[in-house]
C-alpha cells in the first residue's frame, strides 16, 4: 500500500487527487495516491520530502492550486509556487515527467474561476 516500485505513478496533491481511486482507475500501472486534503501548492513543496521524493516515480502526477486561490492566493503566486514544486521535482528524482492537471471548475467556487483560469493558462504556457 505505502510503496510504489520503481517507474510508478505518483499522484500528489490535494483533495481532488487524494479522493481518486487511483489503483482502481490505473490498475495495470503502479501507482501511489499522496494527496491530501487542503492542501496549497507551498504544503505540498514543504512535504515533498515525505510525500513524493522517496518514492522515486517515474511520473508524478499533480492536482493543485484551488485551496491556494479559494485563500486568496493570486494566479501568480500559484504559477511560481508550481514552478518552484517542479524544479524540486526534476532536480532531486532524475529523469522524471511531470503530468499537470489544470485546476477545474467548480460551483462551489465559480467566482473564482477567472483566477483559476488565469492560472491554468499561465502554467500551460510554461509547459509547453
Known sequence: QNAVP????????????????????F?????????FGGSHLSDVIFFADQIALP???AVVVIYAGDNDIAFGKPAGQVV????????????SLSGVAIIY????????????????????????????
Not at 80 to 91: I, N, V, Y
Not at 101 to 109: D, G, H, M, T, W
Open 27 to 35: 490498475p495495470e500501472l503502479p501507482v501511489i495516491n499522496r494527496g
Open 55 to 57: 518514492y522515486h516515480p
Open 80 to 91: 511560481e509556487d508550481f514552478q518552484t514544486l517542479t524544479k524540486m521535482l526534476q532536480d
Open 101 to 128: 492537471l489544470p485546476i477545474k471548475p467548480s460551483l462551489a467556487r465559480w467566482q473564482m474561476w477567472p483566477e483559476m483560469k488565469k492560472a491554468n493558462e499561465q502554467i500551460h504556457r510554461l509547459i509547453q
Open 6 to 25: 520503481p517507474e510508478g505513478v505518483l499522484f500528489i496533491g490535494s483533495s481532488s487527487i487524494r479522493g481518486w481511486m487511483t489503483r482502481e482507475y
